[in-house]
């Protein structure tokens, strides 16, 4: 795909989250020159452990997108199982497909070229809710969410507090 | 686990693109397919395997045969212009772009329709419709053999 063609996509994105934004997230450029570089507000979610919070986290895409996924790194200190320690979110759909590396997760669980920056919050806001212990990328946190649920909570409450300071 | 997209290996350039400009060992790729009219002023680089790039001339014997047999079943994929008939789809889900008239399409197994630019790219990298998942091989093996 050429280059015009992912900054158009971009941009039609971001357009389309304007004018219709989406529940649970805000979106926008990180800087109004640089297409590539987004920077999205999560909502903690609603009935989890995250409500009330609010997550920073910037979405960097590829010149290949949608060829290649984005990658996406929370700013705001958050703890989560599939979130490592610097912010960097590990879910499969942000992987590239491949038929031999991680054998685990099935093709239609990787990433694919419809995905945009609204597929991708829902899924990552789902994952908030619902967090992933098969392949931790805080193994930490993995191991606290498995085995000491209080201390898991309390750990979480700590982030939510810090992130509503943040934005007072 | 370490699965997350750290150790990339650079390719920062499109698919396929004139590999008829290249001065490494493409005769093992055989003729190459007919889609590819555009010239690139790079080498071209090969995805082996999704995660994995590299100039043509760096391939080993394994990776060139697979890049060939992916080839070979791309352009067995119908294919078509865009006339204006609606019942091919409208929009191509990958670009996000209304079809115009006069536009190459692909058209998958599975009824969906893109760009054939679109679509040629990502089915280099993984043979599945990007909108159901339907891997492509299965049924083209059945129904396209012949087309
Ligand atoms: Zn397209
Ligand atoms: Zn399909």
């Not at chain 1, 994952?127 to 930490?140: C, G, I, R, Y």
């Not at chain 2, 043509?56 to 070979?72: C, F, M, P, S, Y």
């Not at chain 2, 990007?130 to 129904?143: I, Q």
Request: proline share 8%; charged share 25%; net charge negative.
């Amino acid at each position: 795909m050429a280059i015009e063609q992912s900054f158009l996509l971009l941009k039609k994105q971001l357009a389309e989250l304007n004018k219709n934004p989406v529940e649970g997230f805000s979106a926008g450029l990180l800087d109004d020159e640089d297409m590539y570089k987004w920077e999205v507000l999560i909502y903690g979610p609603p009935d989890t452990l995250f409500e009330g919070g609010f997550f920073k986290a910037h979405l960097i895409f590829p010149k290949e997108y949608p060829l290649k996924p984005p990658k996406m790194i929370f700013q705001t200190e958050i703890f989560h199982p599939n979130i490592a320690k610097d912010g960097s979110v590990c879910i499969s759909i942000l992987h590239e497909p491949g038929d031999d590396k991680y054998g685990y997760e099935k093709a239609s669980e990787r990433w694919l070229p419809v995905h945009t920056v609204e597929t991708i919050l829902v899924s990552v806001i789902s994952m908030l809710a619902d967090p992933n212990d098969e392949s931790p990328a805080n193994v930490d946190a993995a191991k606290i969410w498995r085995e000491n649920p209080d201390e898991f909570k309390k750990r979480v409450a700590k982030c939510v507090r810090k992130s509503q300071d943040a934005f007072e | 686990m370490g699965n997350c997209l750290k150790a990339q290996s650079a390719d920062d350039i499109s698919l396929l693109r004139g590999s008829e400009t290249q001065d490494g060992n493409d005769q093992a790729l055989g003729p190459p397919p007919p889609y590819q009219e555009r010239v690139a002023p790079r080498a071209p680089i090969y995805y082996p395997s999704p995660n994995v790039s590299r100039p043509a001339n760096l391939l080993t014997e394994d990776e060139q045969v697979k890049i060939a047999k992916r080839l070979g079943l791309i352009v067995h994929l119908p294919c078509g212009v865009y006339d204006g008939c609606s019942k091919k789809g409208k929009e191509c889900a990958i670009c996000m772009c209304d079809f115009v008239m006069g536009e190459s399409l692909r058209f998958l197994p599975c009824m969906h329709t893109y760009h054939k630019d679109c679509i040629d790219d990502w089915l280099m990298r993984s043979f599945t419709c990007p909108s159901c998942m339907e891997p492509v091989d299965a049924a083209l093996l059945t129904s396209y053999e012949t087309s």
